[in-house]
Nanobody, 123 residues
Framework: AVQLAESGGGSVQAGGSLRLSCASR?????????VNWFRQAPGKEREAVAR???????TYADSVKGRFTIVRENHVNIVYLEMHSLQVEDTGMYYC????????????????WGQGTQVTVSS
């Protein structure tokens, strides 16, 4: 069964914006859990894009700093990835993943995953 569900992907021109959503019917995405956004471009390895920690601390890949924002909405159990000033290099499949453990988010932790949403940015 799909554990997390991403939505909001699409095709945009460079400079445009998208807001991706990550939701789950089965697991809390709220405070006390770490939620990550990853992306994978064709022919490339998956890379971490943004992370919101158990206490709301956020980190971003250098390539998206200042353009992407990760936001957690506890009352609807959704984590968003707001993307602005999109570049062709941002094209890829975007995945959200929640660390399984409670308030413990080590590197390489086991996670629940979604199936991804495609983002395509054209020049």
């Amino acid at each position: 069964a799909v554990q997390l569900a991403e939505s909001g992907g699409g095709s945009v021109q460079a400079g445009g914006s998208l807001r991706l959503s990550c939701a789950s019917r089965f697991f809390s995405l709220g405070t006390n859990y770490c939620v990550n956004w990853f992306r994978q471009a064709p022919g490339k390895e998956r890379e971490a894009v943004a992370r919101i920690g158990a206490d709301g601390d956020v980190t971003y890949a250098d390539s998206v700093k200042g353009r992407f924002t990760i936001v957690r909405e506890n009352h609807v159990n959704i984590v968003y990835l707001e993307m602005h000033s999109l570049q062709v290099e941002d094209t890829g499949m975007y995945y959200c993943a929640r660390v399984k453990s409670f308030r413990y988010c080590p590197s390489g932790a086991d996670m629940y995953w979604g199936q991804g949403t495609q983002v395509t940015v054209s020049s």
